[in-house]
């Protein structure tokens, strides 16, 4: 069975950070771009970053560009986003998810996980 376990949400205050782990089994981890997304009440789900399968190319929404920061760690099968200077319009249920292009767009990928909800609150 392909999981995908999303970890590491909670409620913060603005300005505050948070780091979210994706914890994954059942398929070829090193193979796969792994992303993290996430939605917004009453939103549509959209791209938040994105590692290609190495590591080494990144790629980042402009909303939180400079702000968030994605690894891997293809020796624990896990990928982190650590969030930094968190706003309100942050909070929203983040999911991760695996696929096989280098992209943030929600059609590309394949394998999805739980969510796990951000609150960015004071």
């Known amino acids: 069975d392909v999981q995908l376990q999303a970890s590491g949400g909670g409620l913060v205050q603005p300005g505050g950070s948070l780091r979210l782990s994706c914890a994954t089994s059942?398929?070829?981890?090193?193979?796969?771009?792994i992303a993290w997304f996430r939605q917004a009440p009453g939103k549509e789900r959209e791209g938040v970053a994105c590692?290609?399968?190495?590591?080494?190319?990144?790629y980042y929404a402009d909303s939180v560009k400079g702000r968030f920061t994605i690894s891997r760690d293809n020796a624990k099968n896990t990928v982190y986003l650590q969030m930094n200077s968190l706003k309100p319009e942050d909070t929203a249920v983040y999911y991760c998810?695996?696929?096989?292009?280098?992209?943030?767009?929600?059609?590309?990928?394949?394998?999805w996980g739980q969510g796990t909800l951000v609150t960015v609150s004071s």
């Open positions: 590692v290609g399968s190495s590591g080494e190319r990144t």
């Open positions: 998810a695996a696929g096989q292009l280098l992209s943030i767009a929600v059609s590309e990928y394949d394998y």
């Open positions: 059942g398929f070829i981890f090193d193979d796969y771009a």
